[in-house]
């Protein structure tokens, strides 16, 4: 299942993160975000053990969202070493995900 990030977690779970991290910024009222969430479940499952996967809400946390520029949801990113190497923006196909954390692993 992929993790619930929050404002408080954000550091520990993603910037300091031994493997790499997808983030979905997503919110409930965004129909695409919530065509994407069996997707994201999946890819939770899926690399359970090598990557990690979360979701934050842009709307309870917005300093999160603001820090990365996050304008249109839902936006993926992929975090490495504390660091962004990877953005998506949209409704993504699942290999466009797989290909971003298999990247950087």
Do not use: H
């Not at 992929?2 to 408080?8: E, F, H, I, R, V």
């Not at 493997?19 to 939770?44: Q, R, S």
């Amino acid at each position: 299942m992929a993790m619930k990030l929050t404002s408080g977690n954000f550091e520990t779970e993603v910037y300091q993160a031994e493997v790499p991290v997808l983030v979905d910024f997503y919110a409930d009222w965004c129909g695409p975000c919530k065509a994407m969430a069996p997707v994201v479940e999946t890819l939770a499952e899926e690399y359970a053990g090598k990557a990690k996967v979360g979701k934050i809400n842009t709307d309870e946390n917005q300093d999160i969202a603001m820090e990365y520029g996050i304008m249109s949801i839902p936006t993926f990113l992929v975090f490495k070493g504390g660091k962004v190497v990877n953005k998506m923006i949209g409704m993504q196909d699942k290999r466009n995900l797989v290909a971003a954390i298999e990247e950087a692993l």
